[in-house]
């Protein structure tokens, strides 16, 4: 079963453009973390943000945590075409640390 | 390379017959996982280990699916009379409770089972 839902499902924009994904979640949980996944490959570890953070960065990458609305965003800011993937938050659970829970997945094409 | 490594990393097979797929994690993790995915889905749990220890198994690993893990290093997870159902990704990942739950994954082993 999947604990998150990502929104939107999919986005296109143009170089140079900031891409902001969202994330919703159902249980309380620990921290949220963000992959990434290029076509056909493994998930690359973005970012992990505690549930006592409000906002994390990263380079070009920010995150927020609204852990009163169980929700998330990832904002990649100056897109690059390199940036064209899936990206997934996951999240663990307050009752087993231990494991992650993914979402759907936001499918993001950037084109040059 | 100090990743985590799967092999093979891609495997056709006929129905019915039975495959298995390798997870060696990073050096001295503790815990690894085994995820499965499928196109346009997120990875789904399946099983992890602490050391050599199975700790927790999801309704989706039918009986035909078992996983080891006999010295706590290297993984194996096992399909028995593999159904169309069946393909997916496998994914294998690692982690260490030094590293703050984050977890880190392979490139995923592709099973198309015709």
């Known amino acids: 079963s999947q604990q998150g839902e990502e929104d939107p499902q999919a986005l296109s924009i143009q170089e140079g453009e900031n891409a902001t994904m969202n994330c919703s979640y159902k249980?309380?949980?620990?921290?949220l973390q963000w992959y990434r996944q290029n076509s056909g490959r493994g998930l690359v570890h973005l970012i992990l943000?505690?549930?006592?953070?409000r906002e994390k960065h990263s380079g070009r990458l920010r995150v927020t945590l609204d852990t009163s609305k169980k929700s998330s965003s990832l904002l990649i800011t100056a897109s690059r075409a390199a940036d064209t993937a899936s990206y997934f938050c996951?999240?663990?659970?307050?009752?087993?640390?231990?494991?992650?829970?993914f979402g759907t997945g936001t499918r993001l094409q950037v084109f040059p | 390379d100090t990743g985590v490594s799967q092999n093979p990393r891609h495997k056709i097979t006929k129905r019915g017959q039975n495959v298995t797929f390798r997870c060696d994690p990073i050096?001295?993790?503790?815990?690894l996982y085994w995820y499965r995915q499928t196109l346009g889905q997120g990875p789904e749990f399946l099983t992890y280990?602490?050391?050599?220890?199975?700790?927790?198994k999801s309704r989706l690993l039918s009986d035909r699916f078992s996983a080891e893990r006999p010295k706590g290093s290297f993984s194996t997870l096992e399909i028995q009379r593999t159904e169309q159902g069946d393909s997916a990704m496998y994914l294998c990942?690692?982690?260490?409770?030094?590293?703050?739950?984050?977890?880190?994954f392979g490139e995923g082993s592709w099973l198309t089972v015709v």
């Open positions: 996951a999240t663990d659970a307050i009752y087993n640390t231990d494991k992650l829970i």
């Open positions: 050096s001295e993790h503790n815990r």
């Open positions: 249980t309380s949980i620990n921290n």
């Open positions: 990942a690692s982690s260490a409770q030094s590293s703050g739950n984050t977890i880190y």
């Open positions: 943000i505690r549930s006592n953070e």
């Open positions: 280990f602490q050391n050599e220890a199975q700790l927790e």
